[in-house]
C-alpha cells in the first residue's frame, strides 16, 4: 500500500520486484514526509524509517522512485533525508546511525547527538501506529484536539480526514478501528504517546535558535496530536465500562482536563 509513512515495504512488492529483476526497472512510490496517517503536519520527523526504507529499495533493485503527493511534499527534514538516500551508498556511506547524525548535524550542530536520540524515539512510537486503511480515513490522530468528547451516546460518524467534514466528530469509534479492538487501539496509540514524550525529553535544553525555525514547535504538536488520540481511545473504552456500571467517571474527567490543555496548546503552536 502507497499511504504508509510508517510501514516497511510489503512482501507483495518484494515479489513483483523480484519478477522483473533484470528485465526493465521498477519504482517505488513513497510518503517520505507524511501520509494518510497523520496528513494535518507538513511531515512526521523519523528519518530512521526512511533510511531503512531506502536500503530494503536499493536491495530489491528498484531504481526510481516518486515521491510524496499533494500533501507530504513540504521542504525540510524529510524531503531532505530522502534525497540524501535516493544516491546513498548502503554498503559504504554508514549505517542507519551515521546516516541520522550526518543529517541532524546539517541542522542542529552541536545539538545533533540530542535530535538523533529523539528522532531514534520518535520512530519508536510512530512504528506501532495501528495499520488499517480506516483508521488512516477516520480515526483521531489527524485532528483529535477538537473532537468533542460524547459521555452520552449519540451514535454520530466520524469525520473523514481527507477534506473538510461539515459536522464535529461522532461517536461511533468502531468506524475507525477495521481488525482492532478498542483496547488494542488504546494500548498502542498510548504507546506511541509515551514515546513520543520520551523524545520530546530528550530535547530538553535544545533551543530553536539550535535549528530551524519552528521544527521543535512541530515536535511538540506532533506529540499533541498523538495524546489526543490516545485519550480518545481510552475515554470510549471507560465509556464501555461505565455503561456497563463501572465507576470511571474519575478518570474519564481527567481525559477531558487533559483533553481541554492539549488543544489549548495546539492553538498556540498551530497560530506560530
Same mark, same amino acid.
Given at each position: 500500500?502507497?499511504?504508509?509513512?510508517?510501514?516497511?515495504?510489503?512482501? !507483495?512488492?518484494? &515479489?513483483?520486484a523480484?519478477?522483473?529483476?533484470?528485465?526493465?526497472?521498477?519504482?517505488?512510490?513513497? #510518503?517520505?514526509?507524511?501520509?494518510?496517517?497523520? @496528513?494535518?503536519?507538513?511531515?512526521?520527523?523519523?528519518?530512521?524509517?526512511?533510511?531503512?526504507?531506502?536500503?530494503?529499495?536499493?536491495?530489491?533493485?528498484?531504481?526510481? =522512485?516518486? #515521491?510524496?503527493?499533494?500533501?507530504?511534499?513540504?521542504?525540510?527534514?524529510m524531503?531532505?533525508?530522502?534525497?540524501?538516500?535516493?544516491?546513498?551508498?548502503?554498503?559504504?556511506?554508514?549505517?542507519?546511525?551515521?546516516?541520522?547524525? !550526518?543529517?541532524a548535524?546539517?541542522?542542529?550542530?552541536?545539538?545533533?547527538?540530542?535530535?538523533? &536520540?529523539?528522532?531514534q524515539?520518535?520512530?519508536?512510537?510512530?512504528?506501532?501506529?495501528?495499520?488499517?486503511?480506516?483508521? #488512516?480515513?477516520?480515526?483521531?490522530?489527524? *485532528?483529535?484536539? =477538537?473532537?468533542?468528547?460524547?459521555?452520552?451516546?449519540?451514535?454520530?460518524r466520524l469525520p473523514?480526514?481527507?477534506?473538510?467534514?461539515?459536522?464535529?466528530?461522532?461517536?461511533?469509534?468502531?468506524?475507525?478501528l @477495521? *481488525?482492532?479492538?478498542?483496547?488494542? @487501539?488504546?494500548?498502542v496509540?498510548?504507546?506511541?504517546?509515551?514515546?513520543?514524550?520520551?523524545?520530546?525529553?530528550?530535547?530538553?535544553? =535544545?533551543?530553536?535558535?539550535?535549528?530551524?525555525?519552528?521544527?521543535?514547535?512541530?515536535?511538540?504538536?506532533?506529540g499533541?496530536?498523538?495524546?489526543?488520540?490516545? *485519550?480518545?481511545?481510552?475515554?470510549?473504552?471507560? !465509556?464501555?465500562k461505565?455503561?456497563?456500571?463501572?465507576d470511571?467517571?474519575?478518570?474519564?474527567?481527567?481525559?477531558? !482536563? &487533559?483533553?481541554?490543555?492539549? @488543544?489549548?496548546?495546539?492553538?498556540?503552536?498551530?497560530?506560530?
Amino acid at each position: 500500500g502507497d499511504y504508509w509513512q510508517s510501514a516497511r515495504p510489503s512482501d !507483495r512488492f518484494g &515479489r513483483m520486484a523480484q519478477a522483473v529483476r533484470g528485465r526493465c526497472r521498477f519504482a517505488a512510490k513513497l #510518503q517520505v514526509c507524511c501520509s494518510h496517517e497523520m @496528513a494535518t503536519v507538513p511531515f512526521v520527523p523519523v528519518p530512521g524509517m526512511l533510511y531503512r526504507k531506502y536500503k530494503i529499495l536499493q536491495d530489491l533493485g528498484v531504481t526510481d =522512485v516518486i #515521491q510524496c503527493w499533494y500533501f507530504g511534499n513540504y521542504p525540510g527534514l524529510m524531503n531532505r533525508a530522502a534525497g540524501r538516500l535516493a544516491f546513498w551508498d548502503f554498503s559504504k556511506d554508514g549505517d542507519e546511525t551515521a546516516f541520522l547524525n !550526518r543529517l541532524a548535524r546539517t541542522d542542529w550542530g552541536d545539538q545533533a547527538g540530542k535530535v538523533v &536520540r529523539a528522532w531514534q524515539l520518535f520512530d519508536a512510537g510512530y512504528n506501532a501506529y495501528p495499520v488499517n486503511i480506516l483508521m #488512516q480515513y477516520y480515526g483521531p490522530m489527524h *485532528d483529535g484536539a =477538537v473532537w468533542p468528547l460524547h459521555l452520552k451516546k449519540v451514535r454520530t460518524r466520524l469525520p473523514r480526514t481527507w477534506k473538510p467534514d461539515p459536522e464535529p466528530a461522532g461517536d461511533v469509534i468502531g468506524e475507525c478501528l @477495521a *481488525d482492532f479492538t478498542l483496547a488494542e @487501539a488504546a494500548a498502542v496509540t498510548q504507546k506511541m504517546d509515551r514515546l513520543w514524550q520520551k523524545g520530546l525529553a530528550e530535547l530538553a535544553g =535544545v533551543s530553536s535558535n539550535d535549528g530551524p525555525e519552528n521544527e521543535l514547535g512541530l515536535y511538540r504538536a506532533i506529540g499533541l496530536h498523538l495524546t489526543a488520540a490516545a *485519550d480518545i481511545f481510552e475515554f470510549y473504552r471507560l !465509556r464501555a465500562k461505565l455503561v456497563a456500571g463501572a465507576d470511571v467517571l474519575p478518570e474519564m474527567e481527567a481525559i477531558l !482536563r &487533559r483533553e481541554i490543555a492539549v @488543544a489549548e496548546e495546539l492553538k498556540i503552536l498551530a497560530e506560530r
